[in-house]
Every structure is written in C-alpha cells, then in structure tokens.
C-alpha cells in the first residue's frame, strides 16, 4: 500500500505556471504507475497526466498537452507535474494517483491508490 500526499497548489493569474509535486509513502513507489486527475466543480473527474514506473513513458490529456509535464524522481518518491500557461479552465483539485498495474492508464479505475487532492486556482 501506498499513501499519497500532494502540494503545491494555490491561486495564480492566467499564464503563470505551478508546480505540484505528490509524495508517496513506503519503499515501493517505483512499483505504480502514477497519474494525475483533476476535478472541477460540478464536473467528473478528468484525466490529466500519467507516467510509467521507470518515467520513460507518459501520456497527457488532450487539453494540458504541450503545458503540462510530468516525471517522477523514484530514488525521491516523489512524481511532479509542471504546469505552465495556466488558464483559468485548469481551475480544479488536483489528485495524485497510483496503480499496481503495468501499464499507465487514462482511465480511473487503472489507480488504486489517492492522494487527498491539492486545489489549483487560476484567476484570469
């Protein structure tokens, strides 16, 4: 099992950029598969970034590609998400996720493991 805490959110003007970054308990993190969503008020949750065990695979929303950049820094369990060019779209809580599978996964239920989830505000 893993515990999963995310940080780094907060309010920015359009354009400006964040960092989250999730912190994953145990000795195991380079065994998931992790991923982030987003969820924003009166919204599902919506798929944002995913990224392999060992970081050589990712895969990203079709609305965060080319802003957002995932990786992940294993011997730190720790996974990161650059997000640049924020817009006020992106507003949300953001949730770190993690999965047992083998491969990244666009879908929820590919996760088994969540974070308590990090709001982002975007003020344009």
């Known amino acids: 099992q893993v515990h999963l805490v995310e940080a780094g959110g907060g309010l920015v003007q359009a354009g400006a950029s964040l960092r989250l970054s999730c912190a994953a308990s145990?000795?195991?993190?380079?065994?998931?598969?992790m991923g982030w969503f987003r969820q924003a008020p009166g919204k599902e949750r919506e798929f944002v970034a995913a990224?392999?065990?060992?970081?050589?695979?990712?895969s990203y929303g079709d609305s965060v590609k080319g802003r957002f950049t995932l990786s992940r820094d294993n011997a730190k369990n720790t996974l990161y998400l650059q997000m640049n060019s924020l817009k006020s779209e992106d507003t949300a809580v953001y949730y770190c996720a993690g999965g047992r599978g083998f491969r990244i996964s666009e879908d929820r239920r590919g996760y088994d493991y969540w974070g308590q989830g990090t709001q982002v505000t975007v003020s344009s």
């Open positions: 145990g000795r195991t993190f380079e065994s998931y598969v």
């Open positions: 990224i392999s065990r060992t970081g050589g695979i990712t």
